[in-house]
């Protein structure tokens, strides 16, 4: 009889981990150690010339952070992954694999705002240059490829939330082109959404947000599909290239279906240097324990609200692909059947200030910049992250004056409930 494929609840409490086979620990030991003893001097050669896995130092691997990536790995059906210091960490070295100076990537112009100053301004120094496609029409990453271009990324559940991207349509538009497509699954998680199942070839995260889960740690991992062939393919040096730091190995060759995650470890961790604390990984780990219970709640709490808000006379409008009438909808139902997770927007008929007097009296709601906490959390991004845009590019990137951004946590919906009737009520 075939064995069954541990279920997802399974794999999130036990994927990677081991009791402790010293003391017998059972939840995942923090190593909080900078470096590890070699057995001897074969041992540390081996370990160096990457002939052997095992741990040397931990700037590039540490046991802790190892349990989190089989964890991550496993939850997304990848082949392997790579735990770093934060999602933007995660895009970088991702990135870095990927392009030589003078190329180019398509990214959705939907993204986290810290995305898209990361790839429209930082990147430039590197020389990488992004092209803005559109992720409501798949055709828009076709017409923006180009012979330069290396890859295509994408969120699945956008940010600021409430748009669900076609990953199929875009997928198709990747594999045709051959280019690796990235998918940054913060929003969604493995438990809503597995983009390697839809064509992605790597995947991103934030495990700052939903991950984690708890608003106390930042970290981020990249995890590889093992979909992507890279041997002899000579636009990807990195990966098909003899590397002289290893005594001209072939990456590709030598690690198959898991060279990326290598690559982005022993090229891209070793040598820039965004490393996980083991005591973050831990924290994210222990998160991820009851990421599929968390994110049922959340996306029941979410829709709740967005049905209340919808119906109520101080507001606009309502985006949330869980709402039946969503323009995402049809495309929730097929790829999120689950649940279309905590992010949504709103609209405030009083518009500007009405959205700065509704932050200001919430109580239960915190008034911050991120998501993805247990807690419900609001932001006015006109008065906040948006603030320094002109008024039409805070129109363009869906954050206009009257736009107000939720992450439903998963407290008792009938409390948040009460507490955005009250604060509506002094807002309106
Ligand atoms: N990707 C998404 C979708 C995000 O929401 C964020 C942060 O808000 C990031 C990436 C960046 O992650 P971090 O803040 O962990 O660097």
Do not use: C
């Not at 210091?85 to 995660?90: M, Q």
């Not at 869980?322 to 059947?337: E, M, N």
């Not at 949504?344 to 991120?370: D, R």
């Amino acid at each position: 009889m075939a064995e069954k494929e541990p279920g997802f609840e399974t794999l999130a409490i036990h994927a990677g981990a081991q009791p402790d086979p010293t003391t017998g620990a059972r939840a995942t030991p923090i190593y909080q150690t900078t470096s590890f003893v070699f057995e001897d001097v074969d041992h540390a050669a081996s370990l160096f010339g990457l002939q052997a896995f095992g741990n040397i130092y931990s700037r590039i691997g540490n046991p802790t952070n190892a349990v989190l990536e089989e964890r991550v790995a496993a939850l997304e059906g990848g082949t392997a992954a790579l735990a770093l210091a934060s999602g933007h960490a995660a895009e970088f070295l991702t990135f870095h694999a990927l392009l030589q100076p003078g190329d180019e990537f398509i990214a959705a112009r939907q993204l986290y705002g810290g995305s898209v100053n990361q790839f429209g301004n930082s990147y430039k120094s590197f020389g990488w240059n992004v092209v803005w496609a559109d992720a409501d029409d798949p055709a828009s990453f076709e017409r923006a490829l180009s012979p330069k271009t290396k890859a295509i990324f994408i969120e699945s559940i956008a940010n600021p939330g409430g748009i669900i991207v076609d990953i199929e349509a875009i997928a198709a538009v990747a594999k045709k082109a051959k280019v690796p497509l990235i998918v940054d699954n913060t929003l969604a998680t493995p438990y809503l959404w597995r983009p390697f199942e839809h064509g992605a070839d790597i995947i991103v995260h934030s495990a700052t947000k939903f991950l984690g889960g708890h608003g106390n740690s930042i970290g981020g991992l990249i995890v590889d599909g093992g979909t992507f062939d890279w041997v002899g393919n000579p636009r990807y040096p990195l990966l098909s290239a003899p590397r002289p730091e290893y005594n001209g190995m072939v990456l590709g060759e030598t690690f198959g279906n898991f060279a990326f995650a290598i690559a982005t470890r022993v090229l891209g961790l070793r040598d820039l240097g965004p490393a996980l604390s083991p005591f973050n990984a831990f924290l994210i780990l222990t998160g991820i324990e009851t990421l599929g219970l968390r994110m049922q709640r959340h996306s029941e709490n979410a829709l709740a609200v967005a049905q209340h808000l919808a119906n109520h006379p101080a507001v606009a409008w309502v985006s949330y692909p869980g709402l039946p009438g969503d323009r995402y909808h049809a495309l929730a139902q097929r790829y999120v059947p689950r649940g279309a997770g905590a992010v949504m927007t709103f609209g405030l008929k009083g518009g500007y200030a009405a959205g700065v007097k509704l932050v200001s009296s919430l109580e239960l709601f915190s008034h911050l910049a991120n998501i993805g906490d247990t807690r419900s959390l609001v932001i006015h991004p006109a008065s906040t992250t948006h603030k320094q845009l002109t008024d039409e590019q805070k129109v363009a990137a869906g954050a206009g004056p009257e736009v107000v951004r939720l992450s439903v946590g998963i407290e008792d919906k009938d409390d948040l409930i009460a507490d955005l009737d009250q604060a509506l009520a002094t807002s309106a």
